[in-house]
């Protein structure tokens, strides 16, 4: 049974969530702050985080950031009032998942849970350890290293290095990558490309603005040159 942890102040939505959760056969806990959701989940196993960001002692964002440092790769699907486009890319970039902007459907939110936790059930074929200049990724365990040094990666940037290496050398288009990578969940805004590529480049390349492997195609999309 797959364990989700929602942290949300808001009472009477943190209690509907419980129910719809439950309901579909999910194991349920919570928590109605920030310090009490990074305690969570820093010492429980879950499949899912659903974080809101305003939350009293600490904002999800600093929750999602400290769970990131801390090498927590559980996935983070972000619940927020907050609509900005500023807002998703923050929390984007800190390594969250996906994002549902309140007021959300039912519906809505129980397909973008689905498809999150439908891929980690169902983990792409195995990748042998690749290598390209001074980075070195396993994919199996979850590993990376540049310069001998680990490097963290969200779960979600895994997944798009890894499709980008399955297809060196060609370019793909944002939406196919939105479809290949993030799945149901790709009603996210194509952006989102943009910010997880930015990320990568930041962590595996010695020069992010002019970057060697991670090529953009400008009008297109992306290619890997390993």
Not at 157 to 165: H, M, S, T
Request: glycine share 8%.
């Amino acid at each position: 049974m797959d364990r989700v942890l929602i942290v949300e102040d808001e009472e009477a939505i943190l209690l509907a969530l419980e129910d719809d959760l439950r309901a579909e056969g999910y194991e349920v806990a919570s928590a109605m702050d920030g310090p009490g959701g990074l305690s969570m989940a820093e010492n429980n196993a879950y499949e899912l985080i659903i974080l809101d960001i305003m939350l009293p002692g600490m904002n999800g964002f600093e929750v999602c950031k400290r769970l990131r440092q801390a090498s927590v790769t559980t996935p983070i699907l972000f619940l927020t009032a907050k609509s900005q486009e500023i807002d998703k890319v923050l929390g984007l970039e800190l390594g969250a998942d996906d994002y549902v902007t309140k007021p959300f459907s039912r519906r809505e939110l129980l397909a973008r849970v689905k498809a999150i936790l439908r891929r980690g059930a169902n983990p792409p074929t195995e990748l042998e350890p690749y290598c390209f200049g001074d980075v070195e990724v396993d994919f199996r365990k979850y590993e990376a290293q540049k310069c001998g040094r680990a490097v963290h990666l969200t779960r979600r940037e895994y997944a798009l290095l890894r499709f980008l290496i399955e297809h060196s050398d060609d370019v793909v288009s944002r939406f196919e990558i939105l479809d290949q990578v993030w799945g149901d969940a790709a009603s996210v805004y194509p952006r989102t490309v943009d910010t997880h590529v930015s990320r990568l480049r930041k962590k595996l390349e010695d020069d992010p603005e002019n970057p060697r492997y991670i090529v953009g195609i400008r009008g297109v999309g992306y290619r890997f040159a390993g």
